[in-house]
């Protein structure tokens, strides 16, 4: 069967407008840190889309009602600082993580893929990642991420998996418990902060699958 096609409307980015390809759309958002962007199904509800305001097609009907308070409770992101993401393969259980200077988008570092993971681990050690990074350059940055699963692990000092040791990921495991190892030997003053992707778009480190 053919791959339903989709189109892509970028409100805030590089360049606003509809887009009929991923590569194109990402082109104006990867790295972009407001980038507000969604896909849709036809090319017409594409551009009627694009004459409304954004947050009619990204919002909860149940938010809705607090939305001109929500967006100054939150704030911007501080473009000061690094965003960190990883992406899971479904079908083959690899996954990999990077990070990005929010400012201009830049690779800071990437990792992987990894054989037999799962997104949880990814982004975990994707921050783990960054604060040793941010130690190392003795920058005291904050970093962004949009797991609390991986936040709730990192305050733990634990990556809780319940993921099961075999001989694909052994690697990805011996990964963890040096993360671990870190975090218990190591101070770090790095915000670690939830990026809010609802009022800011997709995450600057996103891989850009979806």
């Avoid at 501080?78 to 993580?97: K, Q």
């Avoid at 190392?136 to 699963?149: A, E, F, R, V």
């Avoid at 040096?178 to 670690?192: I, Q």
Wanted: net charge positive.
């Amino acid at each position: 069967m053919a791959k339903k096609r989709k189109f892509y409307v970028v409100w805030e980015g590089r360049k606003r407008g509809v887009f009929t390809e991923w590569n194109e759309c990402e082109a104006q958002i990867k790295g972009f840190p407001e980038a507000k962007f969604k896909s849709f199904d036809t090319l017409k509800e594409a551009e009627e889309a694009l004459k409304e305001n954004y947050w009619d097609f990204v919002t909860p009907k149940k938010a809705k009602a607090v939305l001109k308070e929500a967006p100054v409770a939150i704030g911007n992101p501080n473009l000061e600082s690094i965003a960190v993401d990883a992406a899971w393969n479904t079908a083959t259980g690899d996954v990999e993580y990077q990070g990005v200077y929010l400012r201009t988008g830049q690779k800071l570092f990437h990792q992987g893929p990894f054989r037999d993971g799962t997104n949880n681990i990814g982004e975990f050690l994707a921050i783990v990642h960054g604060l040793a990074y941010l130690q190392k350059h003795q920058s005291n940055l904050p970093i962004y991420t949009d797991s609390k699963t991986a936040l709730s692990w990192l305050k733990r000092k634990h990556a809780n998996t319940k993921l099961e040791v075999t001989p694909r990921n052994k690697e990805l495991f011996e990964m963890l418990q040096r993360a671990e190892e870190w975090l218990s030997k190591n101070t770090f003053t790095n915000p670690v902060l939830k990026w809010e992707t609802e009022y800011w778009g997709e995450n600057p480190a996103d891989f850009g699958r979806k």
